[in-house]
């Protein structure tokens, strides 16, 4: 076992707190990595709090992971101490189902191991994520950080970069292709350079016109503002795919009939109730709503290796973790341009 300090939720309504815990001790298939770099994703937020109603406390939430090796267990061989490390939303799942034997992990049969808030799948002990100083994790569920690739950006690349690329792969998105982003938060904006990346028309969809020079910086051609009924009736049939990423529940039906024929909606934001959406659109359209969890580890690393080729990397703000609740206040109302990242060396402070 090893001593790991974190911070951590206590309740769903006191603020994260100092937490020290134990990691397993290595088994033959794990690295240990000290954690350099950890995203702030808006799923951590709804952890924290309860949203889902299926938090365990105490949980240090984190699942955008970057650091190095510091030790491997005997069968290890993918990975040499010193080396630069990434770990996203999965440690683990059965690897012997369909789905994980198509690289899909994330839709494990038997479900994935969550980063956090899941069961190690030999001790049943909980899982805990990456506002902590170390991680053990078995050496499949390691991606490796491409050379050229700015550590201490990398690290949203591993939730929000996979949850927006593995749509944008599923659905075929490619020169031509004509995307909407819904939000533009920290997937959103990943959505946007990942999009614009593959040659897509990339569109933002915001409450806030105040975004446009942000959206088209980041390589967005245009920003519409969804409260803005004229421009959205003008917008009307013109998207292949919508990417979703609004965190809380809302009205699709103002997105629906932005999609062309045969178009899909394809939810990623709010996990729970959406206001009933119309069936006329889907119907009289044939469009198309789905959702899409993160990405599994080959796709992980291919979005990887593809952001280290076409240098596309997250806006991050660098936090220490002492700031991680007023990072949560600002995240809570969309006050972050794109992606709270906490220094782990901070911990030590
Ligand atoms: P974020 O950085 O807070 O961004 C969310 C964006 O949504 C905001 O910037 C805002 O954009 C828009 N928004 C916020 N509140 C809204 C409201 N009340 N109505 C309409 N739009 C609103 O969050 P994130 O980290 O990108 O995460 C977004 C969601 O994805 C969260 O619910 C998270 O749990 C979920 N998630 C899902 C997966 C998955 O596997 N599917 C993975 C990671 C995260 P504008 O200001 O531009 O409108
Ligand atoms: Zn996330």
């Known amino acids: 076992m090893m001593k ?4 951590a939720a206590f309740t769903c309504d006191t603020p994260l707190a100092p937490f020290s815990f134990e990691r397993r001790a290595p088994r033959e298939n794990d ?4 954690i350099l770099y950890c995203g702030v994703c808006h799923s951590d937020l709804h952890w924290a ?10 949980v240090a939430p984190g699942h ?3 650091g190095r090796v510091i030790e491997t267990g005997n069968a290890v061989t ?6 630069a490390v990434a770990v996203g939303c999965m440690v683990d799942s059965c690897q012997s189902c369909d789905q994980c034997r198509k690289g899909l992990e994330q839709l494990c049969r038997e479900g994935n191991t969550g980063t956090y808030g899941g069961r190690d799948r030999i001790t049943g002990e909980p899982t805990q994520g990456g506002y902590s100083k170390y991680l053990v994790v078995r050496e499949e569920f390691a991606l490796r950080v491409p050379e050229g690739l700015d550590l201490s950006r990398a690290a949203p690349l591993l939730c929000a970069g996979i949850t927006t690329y593995s749509p944008l792969r599923t659905w075929n998105v490619g020169p031509g292709s004509r995307v909407g982003v819904v939000g533009l938060g920290g997937l959103g904006h990943m959505a946007v350079k990942l999009a ?22 980041l390589g967005a051609a245009r ?4 409260t803005d009924a004229a421009a959205m009736a003008k917008a009307a049939s013109g998207f292949d795919l919508i990417i979703d990423t609004v965190p809380v529940k809302h009205d699709l039906n103002l997105y629906l009939p932005l999609l062309d024929v045969d178009g899909t909606l394809v939810l990623v934001g ?5 206001a009933e959406p119309s069936t006329v659109p889907l119907i009289l359209g044939r469009r198309r709503i789905t959702g899409s969890p993160i990405g599994g580890i080959a796709e992980t690393q291919e979005m990887l290796d593809f952001c280290a080729r076409k240098n596309i990397l997250p806006e991050c703000e660098m936090i220490n973790i002492q700031d991680i609740n007023t990072a949560f206040e600002r995240m809570d109302r969309a006050d972050v341009r794109y992606r709270f990242v906490i220094d782990m060396a901070s911990l030590d402070a």
């Open 4 to 7: 790991t300090k974190g911070y």
């Open 31 to 34: 690295i240990v990595m000290e």
């Open 270 to 274: 709010q996990i729970g109730p959406v």
């Open 64 to 66: 955008e992971i970057v």
């Open 223 to 226: 920003l519409l503002v969804s």
């Open 78 to 83: 993918r990975y040499k101490v010193g080396g």
């Open 49 to 58: 709090h309860n949203d889902w109603g299926w938090t365990s406390y105490p």
């Open 196 to 217: 614009a990346g593959m040659g897509a028309e990339v569109t933002v969809l915001s409450r806030h016109q105040g975004k446009e020079a942000d959206a088209l910086a």
